[in-house]
Protein backbone atom coordinates (compact mmCIF):
# COMPACT_ATOMS: atom_id res chain seq x y z
CA UNK A 1 0.00 0.00 0.00
CA UNK A 2 3.04 2.53 1.05
CA UNK A 3 4.50 1.86 -2.75
CA UNK A 4 1.53 2.74 -4.20
CA UNK A 5 0.87 6.09 -2.25
CA UNK A 6 4.27 6.60 -3.67
CA UNK A 7 4.41 6.25 -7.10
CA UNK A 8 1.15 8.52 -7.23
CA UNK A 9 3.04 11.47 -5.85
CA UNK A 10 6.59 10.51 -7.73
CA UNK A 11 6.31 12.82 -11.15
CA UNK A 12 5.31 15.74 -9.16
CA UNK A 13 7.47 18.19 -9.35
CA UNK A 14 8.16 21.40 -7.36
CA UNK A 15 8.21 25.09 -8.95
CA UNK A 16 11.06 25.59 -6.69
CA UNK A 17 12.87 22.42 -7.20
CA UNK A 18 16.41 23.42 -8.45
CA UNK A 19 16.76 22.44 -12.39
CA UNK A 20 20.34 23.51 -12.73
CA UNK A 21 22.98 26.28 -12.06
CA UNK A 22 23.60 29.57 -14.37
CA UNK A 23 26.76 30.76 -15.50
CA UNK A 24 27.85 32.39 -11.92
CA UNK A 25 27.07 29.16 -10.15
CA UNK A 26 23.47 30.02 -8.56
CA UNK A 27 20.82 27.57 -8.74
CA UNK A 28 18.35 27.86 -11.02
CA UNK A 29 14.27 26.48 -10.17
CA UNK A 30 11.45 26.22 -12.43
CA UNK A 31 9.74 29.40 -11.07
CA UNK A 32 12.42 31.61 -12.13
CA UNK A 33 12.67 30.15 -15.68
CA UNK A 34 8.35 29.76 -16.43
CA UNK A 35 7.33 33.38 -17.97
CA UNK A 36 4.68 35.01 -17.07
CA UNK A 37 1.96 36.68 -19.00
CA UNK A 38 0.84 39.08 -16.81
CA UNK A 39 1.71 43.08 -17.60
CA UNK A 40 1.34 45.46 -14.93
CA UNK A 41 -1.75 48.04 -15.41
CA UNK A 42 0.68 50.77 -16.08
CA UNK A 43 2.44 49.24 -18.93
CA UNK A 44 -1.64 48.13 -20.25
CA UNK A 45 -2.72 51.83 -20.12
CA UNK A 46 0.54 52.85 -21.50
CA UNK A 47 -0.07 50.48 -24.65
CA UNK A 48 -3.37 52.19 -25.17
CA UNK A 49 -2.32 55.84 -24.67
CA UNK A 50 0.65 54.96 -27.64
CA UNK A 51 -2.56 53.47 -30.01
CA UNK A 52 -4.46 56.39 -29.13
CA UNK A 53 -1.85 58.89 -30.05
CA UNK A 54 -0.94 56.48 -33.34
CA UNK A 55 -4.12 56.95 -34.91
CA UNK A 56 -4.56 60.04 -33.71
CA UNK A 57 -1.35 61.17 -36.38
CA UNK A 58 -2.50 58.44 -38.86
CA UNK A 59 -6.07 60.53 -39.00
CA UNK A 60 -4.06 63.68 -39.72
CA UNK A 61 -0.75 62.94 -41.50
CA UNK A 62 -2.17 60.11 -43.59
CA UNK A 63 -4.11 60.34 -47.12
CA UNK A 64 -7.30 57.98 -47.06
CA UNK A 65 -5.55 55.28 -49.08
CA UNK A 66 -2.53 55.21 -47.06
CA UNK A 67 -4.23 54.85 -43.82
CA UNK A 68 -6.25 52.03 -45.80
CA UNK A 69 -3.35 50.19 -46.61
CA UNK A 70 -1.09 50.58 -43.24
CA UNK A 71 -4.34 49.11 -41.92
CA UNK A 72 -5.00 46.34 -43.64
CA UNK A 73 -1.19 45.52 -44.10
CA UNK A 74 -1.03 45.23 -40.18
CA UNK A 75 -4.20 44.30 -39.06
CA UNK A 76 -5.40 47.23 -37.28
CA UNK A 77 -8.40 47.22 -37.56
CA UNK A 78 -9.46 44.05 -37.02
CA UNK A 79 -6.27 41.69 -35.59
CA UNK A 80 -5.83 40.12 -39.64
CA UNK A 81 -3.04 41.11 -40.92
CA UNK A 82 -3.03 41.11 -45.09
CA UNK A 83 -0.15 40.47 -47.89
CA UNK A 84 0.63 43.32 -50.17
CA UNK A 85 -0.80 41.25 -52.86
CA UNK A 86 -4.32 40.76 -51.06
CA UNK A 87 -4.31 44.34 -50.36
CA UNK A 88 -3.46 44.83 -54.27
CA UNK A 89 -6.67 42.77 -55.54
CA UNK A 90 -8.85 44.28 -52.91
CA UNK A 91 -7.71 48.74 -54.11
CA UNK A 92 -7.36 47.00 -57.43
CA UNK A 93 -3.91 48.65 -58.09
CA UNK A 94 -0.87 46.78 -57.94
CA UNK A 95 1.28 44.81 -55.59
CA UNK A 96 4.55 47.24 -56.25
CA UNK A 97 2.00 50.31 -55.80
CA UNK A 98 0.97 49.02 -52.50
CA UNK A 99 4.13 48.99 -51.52
CA UNK A 100 5.27 52.60 -52.54
CA UNK A 101 1.91 53.39 -50.77
CA UNK A 102 2.89 51.34 -47.74
CA UNK A 103 6.52 52.78 -47.97
CA UNK A 104 5.57 56.26 -48.21
CA UNK A 105 2.67 56.22 -45.37
CA UNK A 106 5.32 54.93 -43.17
CA UNK A 107 7.56 57.33 -43.96
CA UNK A 108 5.25 59.99 -43.35
CA UNK A 109 4.65 58.28 -39.71
CA UNK A 110 8.35 58.24 -38.83
CA UNK A 111 8.49 61.49 -39.05
CA UNK A 112 5.90 62.84 -37.20
CA UNK A 113 6.62 60.59 -34.14
CA UNK A 114 10.35 61.25 -34.76
CA UNK A 115 10.07 65.27 -35.16
CA UNK A 116 11.13 65.84 -38.88
CA UNK A 117 7.94 67.09 -40.01
CA UNK A 118 9.53 68.27 -43.74
Known sequence: MMLRNEKKHSKEISLQEPIGIDKEGNEISLIDVIETKSDSI???????????????KMKYVLGKREKTVI???????NGV???????ANMLGISRSYVSRI?????????????????
Open 71 to 77: ELRYGLN
Open 42 to 56: VDQVDLKMKIRHLYN
Open 102 to 118: EKKALSKLYREFSGNNR
Open 81 to 87: EKTQREI
